[in-house]
């Protein structure tokens, strides 16, 4: 057990976990693309997170235990930051068309638009996300089931490895976010 999870759990201390890991990563990711995106298109391409989520994004964490429960509650945080955050004013202000629905479809028009690939290609560079968002829509609705075996399986998670399924999530986001950057500097 890591010396900061014992001062916290047994001692009662105040210790956060160390800035490593999937989700230190994304975080660093999430900050790295902001940068970019707001030297290219004078906006972020995350919006602030509002008060009222800040504590739960703060305390994201890859789950201890193969928890169903925790690993959904991990999962909409992350969908919290990662897609329901992405800045509809930067889409805008790059000019992306709002024929497509949701803030992630116009995301993967703008990465189609960039890159001259395909909308369907551009939606592959940028899976990780809409991993996330499946995970969230198909599983955290539906526990069993057909929809949740299938959406688990295109996610490459086993329901008993929620823990690595969790960080299979945060670090594909986080290459999709990587890319993401890298296209913003290069079309600059």
């Known amino acids: ?19 490593t890991g999937p989700v230190a990563d994304l975080k660093r ?8 995106a707001e030297a290219r298109y004078g906006e972020p391409l995350f ?9 739960a994004v703060r305390t994201m964490r890859v789950p201890a235990n193969a928890s169903m429960p925790t690993f959904l509650e991990q999962v909409r945080t992350l969908a919290l930051l990662i897609i329901d955050h992405l800045n509809g004013r930067l889409l805008e202000a790059a000019g992306t068309p709002t ?12 990465v189609s638009t ?17 991993a996330v ?8 609705s539906h526990r069993t089931g057909p929809k949740v075996d299938e959406t688990f ?36």
């Open 47 to 55: 919006a602030d997170v509002e008060e009222a989520h800040v504590e």
């Open 99 to 110: 024929e497509d629905s949701g803030t992630l479809n116009r995301l993967a028009r703008l």
């Open 133 to 140: 968002q499946a995970v969230r829509s198909n599983i955290a």
């Open 153 to 188: 399986a295109r996610a490459g998670i086993s329901k008993f490895e929620l823990p690595r399924g969790f960080s299979k999530l945060v670090e594909g986001a986080t290459a999709s976010l990587d890319y993401l950057r890298d296209l913003f500097a290069d079309a600059g």
């Open 29 to 36: 990711a999430i900050a790295a693309v902001n940068e970019v």
């Open 114 to 130: 960039l890159s001259g690939e395909e909308f369907a290609q551009a939606k592959e560079r940028i899976g990780g996300l809409f």
């Open 1 to 19: 057990m890591p010396e900061w999870r014992f001062r916290r759990d047994f001692l009662g201390q105040f210790a956060d976990a160390p800035e």
